[in-house]
């Protein structure tokens, strides 16, 4: 069964500091990796979207890498600012079955000016 | 512009009293499924649809219908809903996986449920 993680849980930075976010998942199985937004009681906003026969993204100020064989994904965002506070989701479409997106609990992002 | 509407945005209702949440999508995706998102449990899918009249169960089933009898709406029915269902709920689409298809999945701003 595919299990995706996000860990830390939460993260507070000051402002302008460049952040990774890290996922694991454990199958290594899937079609792609997709990271997403979720701003407090908001609907989910994709930020990027990595194929299994890509290695990275890159959109603005955020670039996510994929190690497919290792299940990471790591999302990077340059020159934090207050308006990347948000909880960040990563989740992963398994080949065959449903389709579903397995999602991960998300990170809340804390930037303080 | 491409999207995934549903409606209504906010629902409080009473145990029992049967209700539907629309979805539509815009972007003639053949896959479309319903989410469900809980604090501590994260998103799990209630059920999903390939195609108009194929539809299946995901995680979590019990307690909804869904019906797709047209490409573009897969409305999510509680027949008679019960406080366990209180959630924010998703609708989502997106192409099937195919070799080269853009299959990135689009959700729509989500519908706020509760069961009193």
């Known amino acids: 069964k595919q299990e995706v993680t996000q860990i830390p849980a939460a993260l507070s930075v000051p402002e302008g500091e460049n952040l990774v976010l890290n996922c694991s998942f454990t199958?290594?199985?899937?079609?792609?990796l997709q990271w997403f937004r979720q701003d407090p009681g908001k609907g989910l906003t994709s930020l990027l979207l990595i194929q299994s026969s890509q290695r990275e993204q890159t959109s603005g100020r955020l670039n996510a890498s994929l190690d497919k064989s290792s299940g990471r994904s790591t999302l990077y965002i340059a020159a934090s600012q207050p308006g990347d506070s948000a909880t960040y989701l990563c989740?992963?479409?398994?080949?065959?079955?449903?389709?579903?997106?397995?999602f991960g609990k998300g990170m809340k992002l804390t930037v303080n000016p | 512009e491409a999207q995934v509407t549903q409606n209504p945005r906010y629902l409080i209702t009473v145990t029992g009293k049967k209700l539907t949440v629309t979805c539509s999508q815009n972007m003639n995706h053949e896959y479309m499924s319903w989410y469900r998102q809980d604090p501590g449990l994260g998103l799990r899918q209630i059920y999903y649809?390939?195609?108009?009249?194929?539809?299946d169960k995901g995680d979590v089933p019990e307690g909804y219908k869904v019906s797709r009898k047209e490409k573009r709406n897969f409305p999510l029915i509680l027949e008679s809903p019960s406080p366990n269902q209180t959630s924010l709920y998703f609708c989502a689409s997106s192409f099937i996986h195919s070799g080269g298809v853009n299959n990135e999945q689009f959700f729509g701003p989500g519908t706020r449920l509760t069961v009193l």
């Open positions: 989740a992963v479409r398994p080949r065959g079955g449903s389709e579903k997106l397995v």
């Open positions: 649809s390939m195609n108009v009249e194929v539809t």
């Open positions: 199958d290594s199985a899937i079609y792609n």
